[in-house]
């Protein structure tokens, strides 16, 4: 079991791809983007995509083959990786979830406890998490129904009054890019993915991966294109977007607010993304320690005691998500994976040539002794 519990199937990794990369960009950042880049900030979001997007190539390019637990990788090499991983989605669990428990309070509670919130959530991640990749792939392939489901009802019945001239003037300026720069964090969310291995595909799941792709940089970058011809100039003042644009929409003006399954779907995919990052912890601690269910129960005590006493709410999160620590995030998401990949392919080749020379050294000593006991 526990060489095949992190083997998942290309649909399942298309359906895991999908939901950790959407979910918290409909959140907060649209918020944070229109309060850098204002009405560019379409193209901030479009730009960190097509990067998110080539990251995620590089990264199945090496789950194909194999995963970096059990690549043909000198063993410090692979564990300086794995230890990068570990900080990288440490720090993204913590922002990321503190963005989750504070959507969490203001939408389903009044004026929800944090603490409360966070002991409900932390136990479900780390269970998911502690028991592989596996089960993680399953659970994200039986709730994504409820989330397109939820996802086509606000499409099909959406009605807001939006005003395409809100996306003038936009240009590729400094605006932009000080916007990717300082939001970085909120991109790159598949360095976790190393630990996965792609079982072999049929013909019918072939061709889903790259659907998902450009469903992955589409919803993202369509999904500002609403936030922006919405709110306008207004964009900045809003938060919690993705709930703020369900409620436009035809049921509403009939029966009144009608958003608790979108509400409902943003929950479920928050916990498969989080779980996604948590996973990426403990399969890397346990690369070091082998007792993986110490592992799992030590970094949910972790995590919750970082959120209780350290990341108390969102103004905190936000100025350590942008603090210059964002770079070292950034240098780990964007340019491990590359590094990882050229590891694999060097290192296979090199492995594959000793192997090959040792069948061919024991083929000549096996020819040896056959014509020794000839003579």
Known sequence: MDKTTNVVYPNQIALLAFIASFTFKVVMLPQYLAGSAGRSSVIAMAYMMTIEVMEFVIIYGVISRTSLLQAHIPPPLKAAFILLIVGSSY???????????????TTLFD?????????????????????GGN???????????????SLLF?????????????????EFSGRVMKACDRHMVWFGDFTPFLFLTSAKPGKPQR??????????FFSA?????????AYGGGAVMVSNAFNKIAVFNRISLLLGTVDFPTVCSWLMMSVIKLAVIVYG????????VKKRFAVALLTGVALACTLFFGVTNMDVSYKIATSPLRYAIGAVEYLLPPAVY?????CDKTSRRFDSAVQNAALLREEGKCREGKV
Request: a positive charge; one cysteine or more; glycine letters at 4%.
């Open 91 to 105: 720090f993204k669990t913590v922002i990321l979830s503190a963005e989750a428990v504070s959507y969490i309070s």
């Open 111 to 131: 004026n929800g406890l944090w603490r409360l919130i966070v002991l409900a959530y932390m136990p479900c991640l780390v269970y998911i998490a502690y028991k």
């Open 135 to 149: 089960v993680l792939a399953r659970t994200a392939q039986i709730v994504f129904w409820f989330i397109a489901a």
């Open 154 to 170: 606000n499409v099909l019945f959406a009605q807001f009054r939006g005003d395409a001239g809100n996306l003038l003037p936009a």
């Open 207 to 216: 061709l889903r991966l790259p659907v998902m792709i450009f469903v992955c």
């Open 221 to 229: 970058v369509a999904f500002m294109v609403v936030f922006i011809t």
């Open 281 to 288: 912890v403990v399969e890397g601690i346990s690369y070091y």
């Open 342 to 346: 050229l590891a694999v392919r060097v």
